[in-house]
């Protein structure tokens, strides 16, 4: 998986990509979500949907207080 970041002055939103090696053992279905977990602000946050037809960045507000942003 890689995420492309750009210059650091500037808002950037990154793109998230995954390769073939990153499909072993998945079983691929039509077009269902992805769950992931990432690591923001230095701390892992677990069960982060990817789905590619939404258009709403949507994060709990018991995440926010927990991260401390």
Do not use: Y
């Not at 039509?30 to 939404?54: A, Y």
């Amino acid at each position: 998986m890689t995420v492309g970041v750009g210059a650091s002055d500037q808002l950037v939103e990154p793109d998230l990509c995954f390769t073939h090696t990153n499909l072993s053992d998945v079983v691929l279905h039509d077009n269902d979500p992805v769950v992931i977990s990432v690591v923001i602000v230095g701390r892992r946050v677990h069960r982060v949907l990817v789905d590619q037809g939404s258009s709403a960045d949507v994060m709990f507000w018991a995440t926010i207080n927990k991260l401390q942003l």
